[in-house]
């Protein structure tokens, strides 16, 4: 397998691809260049599905990766700057 399948099948939203890749063994905890694991990549993509897969198969909560954040914390930032750049936002309230 390689090394990087699991985050790339994560980036592209493969829903069947992540669950093969993790029925066949694929290891959750991979990282790539950036210290980044699959599930880090899944929050920034914001597949629900593949990250509801990744927290059932016990993928590493918090993982921070290069960037020093964990995936709960990626999903905050993706959600804010989509909205910025989709809407009129003022403030945070108008966010979340």
């Known amino acids: 397998m390689n090394k990087l399948q699991l985050i790339e099948a994560a980036k592209v939203g493969g829903v069947n691809w992540v669950q093969a890749l993790i029925e066949c063994g694929g290891n959750l905890e991979q990282k790539d260049y950036y210290g980044w694991t699959a599930y880090n990549w899944t929050s920034?993509?914001?597949?629900?599905?593949?990250?509801?897969?990744?927290?059932?198969?016990?993928?590493?909560?918090?993982n921070?990766?290069?960037?020093?954040?964990?995936?709960?914390?990626?999903?905050g930032v993706v959600k804010w700057?989509?909205?910025?750049?989709?809407?009129?936002?003022?403030g945070v309230a108008d966010v979340f």
């Open 64 to 75: 921070s990766g290069g960037g020093f954040r964990v995936p709960y914390q990626i999903v």
């Open 81 to 90: 700057v989509t909205a910025v750049t989709q809407k009129n936002i003022k």
């Open 44 to 62: 920034i993509y914001g597949d629900a599905e593949i990250f509801r897969i990744f927290l059932e198969s016990g993928a590493d909560t918090v």
